[in-house]
């Protein structure tokens, strides 16, 4: 039923922000596009996934100094997962792919990727601050901006309260779990305790400020993307447009939709141009071909990844229903396999047998 919601949604959206263009003038924008701006566009689409990657490194220091390569290559696991997988399973395969590669609890994982996310979103609260006092934001926009902002705030309190206050907040927790059948409830409650041991940047001040300050690069990253490929298209907006309408993608892309964001990534992006009075068939081909280098990079990058990892997509796509099985060791989500060590198997064969 959620990929149906998401195909339908999607098809509407792409229709809707097509409706009224020039398929044949978007094509001739496309082909006289200056392709030289495509260049600085790539380099901030590889620092902005580098970044990324740096990022969720602090989150991981207080558990482990993880391999910044290994985080990357699972960044760019679930940046393809999003392009290619329904239910928008990127972020939990993510934290899969990093555990599995670092060696780490699943829930440790995936209780950084939460934090990570968490400041994604707070720093485009930030951006949709600064829109409410530069521009007159349409009513769905502020709407939405606020729902968002409160979401995050909310989640945020709910983080700092598991690490301040760990067994207070796990008591209410329970409560509240208490109310779902039994065998679900403890396993609820015991991925949550171990989902804690995830938020150890909290007591790290330096790295906590340290994950803050990328999170802001990230997204100037994501915005001055924006803003080149406006050049190449001889879009004459300022930088700040580019902001905006970055704020207006984020917005469009919490909407169902299918695997990838068709639809909602060009209503998005057209809708925005069109705000500041571009028209609708320069901001198609824009916003096509901002789609199409999101999509091809990250989705040919996650395959290469794949393969030197030695996992398939049949393997990842299969996680989420071998997660959701219970562990023989304490009822949470399997741990990563444990890669055999030499010296293991030496001291083996050096106990004696108890027999």
Partial sequence: MKVLIGVVVSAVLLWLSLRDVDLGGAWAATQAMNG????????????????????WQLLLWPVKRCSFWKLNNAT?????????????????????????????????????????????????????IFALIAYPLPEVAKVAGYVATAIYLVTLGLLVALVEWPEATLRWAGLLLSRLPEHLAARAAGWLRAFVSGLGVFHRPKLLIGSIVLSIVVWFSYGLGLYFMWKAFDIHLPLTSAFIVLLILTIGLTLPSTPGFVGAMEAAIIGGLVYFGVDKTPAAAAAIVYHVTQFVPYTIAGFVVLYFERMSLAEIAHVPDEQAKLSRNDGLVPEPPRMSDPSDRDAEKKTPSRR
Avoid at 36 to 55: D, K
Avoid at 96 to 118: H, K, N, Q
Wanted: proline share 4%; net charge positive.
């Fill in 36 to 55: 030289i701006y495509l260049i600085p566009y790539l380099v901030v689409l590889v620092v902005a996934i580098l970044v990324r990657s740096a990022r």
């Fill in 76 to 128: 760019l696991i679930g940046m393809m997962a999003n392009n290619l997988l329904p239910a928008r399973a990127g972020e939990f395969l993510r934290a899969y792919a990093g555990a599995r590669m670092e060696g780490l609890p699943f829930s440790t994982c995936l209780a950084t990727a939460v934090i990570d996310r968490v400041f994604d979103g707070l720093t485009a609260s930030g951006i949709f």
